[in-house]
């Protein structure tokens, strides 16, 4: 159920979701389940906002970074799809050129496409 409320949310904005949609786009017939399990539409909210806590609390683990020791002609690629980017501004008085490119769809397309 909080996977359909994530993807609910995303697509239609906080406002616009009630928990009878959740259950909805949950598969769950059983219109009770909701209401047991998370009490209201602010409870599964706390729910998420917990769930995201936790997210983040994991992420910022260093076992879980990548730290690069720049140097002249250094080049990093990755894809914010799949991680997450967080650039610490720690190179001062040194100056960070960045140029970013995005890539249309899931496969790589040719510039003329």
């Not at 769950?28 to 997210?55: P, T, V």
């Not at 991680?83 to 501004?89: K, L, N, R, T, V």
Request: net charge positive; glycine share 6%.
């Amino acid at each position: 159920m909080i996977d359909a409320a994530e993807r609910l949310i995303a697509e239609r904005g906080l406002a616009a979701v009630t928990l009878q949609d959740v259950q909805n786009a949950a598969g769950q017939s059983n219109r009770s389940a909701a209401k047991y399990h998370f009490g209201s539409r602010d409870g599964l909210l706390d729910e998420l906002q917990a769930q995201s806590a936790l997210l983040f609390r994991h992420i910022q683990r260093p076992e879980f970074q990548v730290r690069l020791r720049w140097q002249p002609n250094t080049v990093a690629i990755w894809d914010n799809r799949t991680c997450q980017h967080y650039a610490a501004s720690d190179y001062f008085p040194a100056r960070r050129v960045m140029d970013r490119m995005s890539i249309v769809g899931d496969r790589p397309v040719g510039i003329s496409a």
